[in-house]
């Protein structure tokens, strides 16, 4: 079947930079993606996108150029609750990749045991209304809570300013729960301004909260853009994931975020995202934590 990708959609970029970074052995990707290929993985009828090829081999090859040991495929939205294309990567990624999936009520425990079998360890609820339509609250939490018995923990996606409003939801999760991108904070306020305080709340007075402190390229207002070989990309974003990097040492994680989907103002070189680390994990035992022992003990602690 032919898809036609969404205008003014940026395909990911080709070619990035080997980093000057030098990742710890055995850093994980902690948030990345599959899209198709369309004609082996049909995309979901209901999405709100459709985007360009971004195969398993592709985003293999990736991890090797990057420096990474391992991936966390998350499921993306435009496969809907089909997470065939996302599980046919874990099954090729010879142990080296963990899923989080996309499920709705209707799943069976043994449809459930299948993806824990093939490497999923949690589902992602999505609140980000111009990508998903409504979930009601009590199907989501009747998910949590038949996953908690398979230690699998909840992803959250939502924007700042929707925090107040789920918050009660949220505290409700019976599980681990990982925050994406630290529920996209406007960068343009001051980091200890109400909104990111709020967050920086939630995280503390609820121990069982994660944060990805990914994503500067979605976050920034002033940049400078990582292209053409920037080291001192995202400028604007540092200050917030610093701190929650240095807050909350032990419960944070990060990923490139490939194929970076419905990006539509530029596309980065993953390579140059890979030098924005060291800026926000400014220490190697910092380093050590974001990278390599968080995400392990979060994916790969069974």
């Avoid at 198709?36 to 592709?58: H, I, L, M, N, W």
């Avoid at 002033?222 to 920037?230: V, Y």
Wanted: aromatic fraction near 10%; hydrophobic fraction near 40%.
């Amino acid at each position: 079947m032919e898809f036609t990708k969404t205008p003014g959609w940026l395909d990911w970029y080709a070619g990035p930079a080997k980093p000057r970074f030098k990742l710890p052995a055995g850093a994980v990707d902690a948030h990345c993606h599959v899209f198709g290929p369309g004609a082996e993985f049909a995309f979901a009828v209901e999405r709100k996108y459709t985007p360009c090829d971004a195969s398993k081999d592709q985003l293999f090859a990736l991890r090797d150029q990057l420096g990474f040991d391992k991936n966390v495929v998350v499921q993306a939205t435009c496969h809907g609750a089909d997470n065939t294309a996302m599980v046919d990567a874990l099954l090729h990624s010879q142990g080296k990749a963990r899923g989080v999936a996309t499920v709705k009520r209707s799943i069976t425990d043994q449809e459930l045991q299948t993806l824990h079998d093939a490497g999923v360890r949690g589902v992602r609820f999505n609140f980000v209304k111009r990508l998903v339509d409504f979930t009601p609250k009590d199907e989501l939490l009747e998910i949590a809570n038949r996953i908690k018995p398979l230690g699998w923990h909840v992803v959250i996606y939502f924007e700042a300013v929707d925090l107040p409003e789920l918050w009660d939801f949220f505290t409700r999760l019976p599980t681990t729960v990982v925050v994406d991108h630290m529920g996209r904070p406007d960068v343009s306020q001051p980091v200890d301004g109400p909104e990111f305080e709020l967050f920086v709340k939630f995280m503390q007075q609820h121990p069982n909260v994660w944060s990805k402190v990914s994503c500067p390229e979605r976050l920034s207002v002033t940049g400078p853009k990582a292209r053409n070989g920037e080291q001192n990309a995202y400028a604007d974003v540092i200050p917030f994931a610093r701190r929650i990097v240095e807050t909350f040492p032990d419960r944070v994680l990060w990923g490139t975020d490939w194929p970076h989907p419905n990006l539509k103002d530029h596309m980065p070189d993953d390579g140059l995202l890979v030098d924005f680390i060291p800026h926000i994990a400014s220490t190697p035992e910092l380093q050590q934590k974001l990278l390599v022992d968080n995400p392990t003990r979060l994916y790969w602690g069974d």
